[in-house]
């Protein structure tokens, strides 16, 4: 797929990859085999109608293609950019075997660009005739706006709450313009209330109301996707020097804010000149890659095990490469030094090697004794993932949580302790 030059992208805030042209959907969509037992479809999480949209693509049938596409996904451009389709649907595609399944995402995101741009109806999408139940949905990420959409569909009135000034969670405040534009977030909100969800917005549910507040109201049901909003830290010394932020933070003043803007966007940012960015998933790549693009002479990925055990996805990883970060594997953070005016100038680090595989699968990090050195740096991001938010749990009696302070749910429907509450996403 064509993408920006890294020379070039690097330095600006547009899309890099640039999407298929006709030609190239149609030459892509001829590769698939049509199999009688599509394993792909086994491999989507949401079992998106794969075959069927490509099939219709092939043959140029592309309103028939955007309604299979969206039949079981409601936001496809978004999830024709963002989602790991190497370990799901293309892993399950049988030319992975041969090392080139068929690039399904691209596809996806090409179907769903061109009804973004050609269908005046939401692609036909059937919705069946109102009922008398209520549903509030907690959160306007992309679990709460997946889950308000197939309930729309099914008749049900559903009221969708967001504790910021905007929907879309995560796909807005998280993941940069370069990665997922943010038009093309809206459009899929757009699409959501289009359905006749009613969309309510600078509500913190826990706070402004409580879930037994909503059941006061009149809901019958409550689904909570509220995310995982709560950074995690190092817990290192000079942790709280200025300039050392959490991803989240600094994600959300570049993403949400638009501080790339400054000063015509009212929040700033400082990236300075050496950063290190602290973590191997696709947070800490975006981070760095965001640091670039603010005049940053000089990006680190600090990862304390090898490349191979990133989880960050090879794609962005290989961006962030192209692009000019530096990889400093097997490396581990000991401390953040300051100056006189508690501002971080540099970090103690030491090194690793990988012993035996632990919980997670990956081989466990071991430090090499006497191999301590210091790099400096002006500014440190922490990427090391979120908690899920206690407020809704505290104000909520009765919802059982996990030992890592997750909901407890029924891995098949959902449904938590509290009768009427159901969960889901990152919470």
Known sequence: MRR???QVRARNFEEVALGYSEADAVAEANRCLQCPKPLCKAGCPVSVQIPEFIKALRDGDMDASALALKMK??????????????????KA?????????VAIGRLERYVADWALDHTAEPSGTVVASPNSRKVAVVGAGPAGLTCAADLA??????TLFEALHTAGGVLKYGIPEFRLPKGIVQSEVDYVSSLGVELVLDNVV????????LFDEGFDAVFLA??????????????????????????????????????????????????AVFGGGNVAMDASRC?????????????????HEMPAREEEREN???????FKLLTNPLRFIGDEKSNVRAVECYEMELGEPDASGRRRPIAKPDTEFTLEIDTAIIALGTRPNPVIPGTTPGLELTREGTIATDAATGRTSRKGVWCGGDM
């Open 206 to 213: 826990g706070r402004t109301e409580t879930v037994d507040d």
């Open 153 to 158: 569909k099914a008749g049900h009135a559903v």
């Open 4 to 6: 920006q030059d890294p």
């Open 93 to 101: 595609c049988v030319l992975h075997r041969q090392g080139a399944p």
């Open 226 to 275: 509220p995310g995982a909003g709560a950074p995690m830290f190092l817990n290192l010394p000079g942790e709280n020097l200025n300039n050392v932020y959490s991803a989240n933070e600094f994600l959300t003043r570049v993403n949400l804010m638009k501080a790339y803007r400054f000063p015509d966007a009212d929040t700033p940012i400082r990236a300075g000149n050496r950063v």
């Open 73 to 90: 996904n409601s936001l496809p451009s978004v999830c024709g950019r963002v989602c790991p389709q190497e370990e799901q649907c293309e």
């Open 320 to 326: 962030a490469k192209e692009e000019g970060v530096i």
């Open 291 to 307: 640091a670039l693009r603010l005049g940053a002479k000089e990006v680190y990925i600090i990862y304390r095990r090898s490349e």
